[in-house]
């Protein structure tokens, strides 16, 4: 299974290692041709200003739109959250809050438990979901303010599971 990560800027060498430890071969996608083949994508944490304008750059946004409106399995964590919302890609139906919890000396971790599963969740500048269509189910929340959702094929968390010691959402992308 071939699973792209956008790789413009933040971590995406980190969800790479995550995805060949599962098995799969993770691709780096800079390009629009680095889509060709995909069988899932993450959209990783980072600079959410910085990689929409090298989305832009790169002729990204309508070939990766294109992509996760076919059905592939989409992981947006942090910025990647922010990425996918209505103001950027408009793929995600939600509507979020840059460094919702505050600047990087806020950051923090928490326990969560999405679909049945406690994890440990990294959360570093991170956004919030501010507003949320019908369609999007709240899987999880802090302080009343929701940090994973999903919508169809598209799941997009607040925090960083790359740097946990757990891989279910990672294997949720596999699960195509």
Same mark, same amino acid.
């Given at each position: 299974?071939?699973?792209?990560?956008?790789?413009?800027?933040?971590?995406?060498?980190?969800?790479?290692?995550?995805?060949?430890?599962?098995?799969?071969?993770?691709?780096?996608?800079?390009?629009?041709?680095?889509?060709?083949?995909?069988?899932?994508?993450?959209?990783?944490?980072?600079?959410?200003?910085?990689?929409?304008?090298?989305?832009?750059?790169?002729?990204?946004?309508?070939?990766?739109?294109?992509?996760?409106?076919? /059905? $592939?399995?989409? *992981?947006?964590?942090?910025? @990647?959250?922010? +990425?996918?919302? !209505? #103001?950027?890609?408009? %793929?995600?139906?939600?509507?979020?809050?840059?460094?919702?919890?505050?600047?990087?000396?806020?950051?923090?971790?928490?326990?969560?438990?999405?679909?049945?599963?406690?994890?440990?969740?990294?959360?570093?500048?991170?956004?919030?979901?501010?507003?949320?269509?019908? /369609? $999007?189910?709240? *899987?999880?929340?802090?302080? @009343?303010?929701? +940090?994973?959702? !999903? #919508?169809?094929?598209? %799941?997009?968390?607040?925090?960083?599971?790359?740097?946990?010691?757990?891989?279910?959402?990672?294997?949720?992308?596999?699960?195509?």
């Amino acid at each position: 299974m071939n699973v792209g990560v956008l790789a413009l800027q933040g971590d995406f060498e980190a969800h790479a290692k995550v995805i060949r430890g599962l098995g799969a071969t993770p691709r780096e996608v800079r390009t629009p041709s680095d889509l060709e083949g995909i069988d899932g994508l993450i959209i990783p944490g980072g600079e959410s200003t910085t990689m929409t304008l090298g989305i832009e750059r790169e002729g990204l946004a309508v070939p990766l739109t294109d992509l996760v409106k076919s /059905g $592939v399995r989409t *992981l947006g964590t942090c910025a @990647g959250m922010i +990425v996918l919302d !209505r #103001e950027h890609l408009g %793929l995600l139906d939600v509507t979020t809050r840059r460094n919702a919890f505050g600047r990087q000396p806020r950051s923090f971790e928490a326990d969560l438990e999405i679909d049945g599963a406690r994890m440990r969740a990294v959360f570093i500048r991170a956004p919030w979901v501010e507003e949320a269509g019908e /369609g $999007v189910e709240v *899987l999880a929340e802090v302080d @009343g303010h929701p +940090v994973a959702v !999903r #919508e169809g094929n598209i %799941l997009a968390v607040a925090f960083h599971p790359e740097l946990a010691d757990d891989a279910s959402l990672h294997e949720w992308v596999l699960q195509a």
